[in-house]
């Protein structure tokens, strides 16, 4: 379940980013991060200020341009010079793992950012007095 539709992403949050053809990919992707650092907890959650659906379409975002940037990382990849006299190779540095980490680090801030004041991410328990 996405916390947010197209429609939402183009009117409320203004994106331009993520195609339509591809928005319910990258919405689903990003429903099942924000499950996950809430513990599920979002599900129940009532958006009235729609916290919840911009830190959705934020993290749309950040995974559709990281899969962007892998797609011209493949394209770019191979070798970046070859020698035929003493037979050297030099490839070039794809750098996929720090592309990956750059994502997950700003996902993991944007959630934060947005999600924080909504008490999603608390871990704790509530004291009942």
């Known amino acids: 379940m996405a916390y947010a539709e197209y429609e939402y992403y183009k009117t409320e949050y203004q994106g331009n980013t993520i195609p339509e053809q591809d928005f319910d990919r990258y919405a689903a992707q990003a429903s099942r991060q924000i499950d996950l650092?809430?513990?599920?907890?979002a599900k129940y959650y009532d958006d009235q200020n729609g916290q919840l659906?911009?830190?959705?379409?934020?993290?749309?975002?950040?995974?559709?341009e990281a899969d962007q940037n892998k797609?011209?990382?493949?394209?770019?990849?191979?070798?970046?010079?070859?020698?035929?006299?003493?037979y050297s190779?030099?490839?070039?540095?794809?750098s996929a793992y720090v592309a990956f980490a750059n994502t997950q680090a700003a996902v993991n801030q944007a959630l934060q950012d947005y999600l924080t004041p909504t008490g999603?991410?608390?871990r704790g328990t509530a004291l009942v007095y």
């Not at 650092?37 to 907890?41: A, D, E, I, S």
């Not at 990382?73 to 006299?85: F, I, P, Q, Y």
């Not at 190779?89 to 794809?94: F, G, H, I, L, P």
Request: include cysteine.
């Open 71 to 86: 797609m011209l990382l493949a394209k770019n990849a191979g070798k970046s010079s070859e020698t035929v006299g003493r």
């Open 37 to 41: 650092v809430t513990g599920g907890k």
């Open 120 to 122: 999603l991410l608390y």
């Open 53 to 64: 659906k911009n830190a959705m379409c934020v993290v749309a975002e950040l995974y559709y």
């Open 89 to 94: 190779v030099t490839y070039r540095d794809s």
